[in-house]
């Protein structure tokens, strides 16, 4: 079956280090986006990135569609990027509907 | 613009009962979604809509319905509500669906908070 997997599942830093998180997926995809989940539980779009690299601010991702995975980067971390990060992807065969990952709980301690 | 909205915030709720989960999004998007995230887990699809007047199953679409009677409203009934439909759900929307636009960029509303006892 379809599958998306993240990694890893847990991860302290202290405020500002640097983050790599990791998606991959098992199939061919036609929309890939990474969320933020705040404490209090809002939803937050961070990016839309089926393929390629694109930045905002401290945080940038890529995404290698041949290759199966995309990776999150967080620079600099501050205390407020603290929660869990989410992928989901959607598959032409899934009729388009996001299919999520089991999230990367980041806490960044001061 | 406030995006996308849902009601209640929370709710408790007896096992038997009927309830409807509100979800409202003034973007004009075609497509609408309900999703349920149980805890420490990643959402998972109920309905969705690819534009009004037309509804589909999710991945866990037992002992709910939906209706997309307009653009904007796309109300969630539990019909008789069980213990395991404890949960948050969520409601999300996207302009469109297919292909690899942009516009297929789901977004979500603030959530439902959602006990059966």
């Known amino acids: 079956g379809i599958q998306v997997e993240q990694s890893p599942p847990d991860l302290i830093l202290q405020e500002g280090a640097n983050s790599t998180l990791r998606c991959n997926f098992s199939?061919?995809?036609?929309?890939l986006q990474w969320f933020h989940q705040n404490p209090w539980g809002q939803l937050i779009n961070l990016f839309y990135?089926?393929?390629?690299?694109k930045q905002n601010g401290r945080l940038s991702a890529t995404t290698v569609a041949t290759e199966r995975y995309s990776l999150l980067y967080i620079s600099s971390s501050q205390t407020t990027d603290s929660g869990v990060y989410f992928c989901?992807?959607?598959?032409?065969?899934?009729?388009?509907?996001?299919?999520w990952g089991a999230g990367t709980k980041l806490i960044i301690k001061p | 613009i406030a995006g996308i909205t849902q009601a209640p915030t929370s709710q408790i709720l007896a096992a038997g009962r009927r309830m409807t989960l509100r979800c409202t999004q003034d973007?004009?998007?075609?497509?609408m979604y309900w999703y349920r995230q149980d805890l420490g887990l990643g959402l998972r699809l109920i309905h969705y809509?690819?534009?009004?007047?037309?509804?589909g199953k999710g991945e866990v679409p037992d002992g709910y319905s939906v209706s997309r009677a307009n653009t904007d409203d796309f109300p969630l009934t539990l019909a008789s509500a069980v213990p395991s439909q404890t949960s948050v759900y969520f409601c999300?929307?996207?302009?469109?669906?297919?292909?690899?636009?942009?516009?297929?960029?789901?977004?979500f509303g603030p959530g439902t908070r959602l006990t059966v006892l």
């Open positions: 989901a992807v959607s598959f032409p065969d899934s009729n388009y509907q996001l299919i």
């Open positions: 199939d061919s995809v036609n929309n």
């Open positions: 990135i089926p393929s390629g690299t």
């Open positions: 973007m004009r998007h075609n497509a």
């Open positions: 809509s690819n534009t009004a007047g037309t509804t």
């Open positions: 999300a929307s996207s302009d469109s669906v297919g292909g690899t636009s942009s516009y297929n960029e789901q977004f």
